[in-house]
T-cell receptor
Framework: DVKVTQSSRYLVKRTGEKVFLECVQD?????MFWYRQDPGLGLRLIYF???????EKGDIPEGYSVSREKKERFSLILESASTNQTSMYLC??????????????FGDGTRLSIL | AQSVSQHNHHVILSEAASLELGCNYS??????LFWYVQYPGQHLQLLLK??????LVKGIKGFEAEFIKSKFSFNLRKPSVQWSDTAEYFC????????????FGGGTRLMVKP
């Protein structure tokens, strides 16, 4: 079974801090994704990566950056945290598959509060 | 850009009632369609998916969904819900020409009363 592990379930940080959210998957998946989940808005894609050192902006990349130095690890970075970045953050991974349509496997999420 | 609409944000049903959750998407090209479920305190799990072929898709736990291309819809159904179906349900669409990026709907929170 695919395991996607996010380093923290709950995190509290202060405005202006640099925040790192870590995600590790154990299935050698090429694709990895970071979403934020907000009530009524569903999941919105922040960034994704289809290979080591490769990254693509999603729908809401502003205020975030990512790092993919190793295939199994995809980090989300809040350069200078702001209160509007308080949210649930979800990491996911998938294989490319035929036609790029393989299901994504999700981690448990990190609930981040910015004070 | 692709958008996905789930018209019901909250649904409350009694056990054994039938369920239908609506999902509509905007893109008119080739799409792959998914329903994910998030049980309280758990991670998102794939419920079912449609790539091609029979537009009526069977998923886990008695769920099914029907793809109606002319209506840009992929509604989720279950003939008889159980208390354990209490969860949040997300419809997601993948534009077949846009790689593996998924666009999610806003989610529907289902509560089943015992």
């Amino acid at each position: 079974d695919v395991k996607v592990t996010q380093s923290s379930r709950y995190l509290v940080k202060r405005t202006g801090e640099k925040v790192f959210l870590e995600c590790v998957q154990d299935m050698d998946h090429e694709n990895m994704f970071w979403y934020r989940q907000d009530p009524g808005l569903g999941l919105r894609l922040i960034y994704f990566s289809y290979d080591v050192k490769m990254k693509e902006k999603g729908d809401i990349p502003e205020g975030y950056s990512v790092s993919r130095e190793k295939k199994e690890r995809f980090s989300l970075i809040l350069e200078s945290a702001s209160t509007n970045q308080t949210s649930m953050y979800l990491c996911a991974s998938s294989t490319p598959g035929q036609g790029m349509n393989q299901p994504q496997h999700f981690g448990d999420g990190t609930r981040l509060s910015i004070l | 850009a692709q958008s996905v609409s789930q018209h019901n944000h909250h649904v409350i049903l009694s056990e054994a009632a039938s369920l239908e959750l609506g999902c509509n998407y905007s893109y008119g090209g080739t799409v792959n369609l998914f329903w994910y479920v998030q049980y309280p305190g758990q991670h998102l799990q794939l419920l079912l998916k449609y790539f091609s072929g029979d537009p009526l898709v069977k998923g886990i736990k008695g769920f099914e969904a029907e793809f109606i291309k002319s209506k840009f819809s992929f509604n989720l159904r279950k003939p008889s819900v159980q208390w354990s179906d209490t969860a949040e349900y997300f419809c997601a669409v993948n534009d077949a020409n846009a790689g593996n990026m998924l666009t999610f709907g806003g989610g529907t929170r289902l509560m089943v009363k015992p």
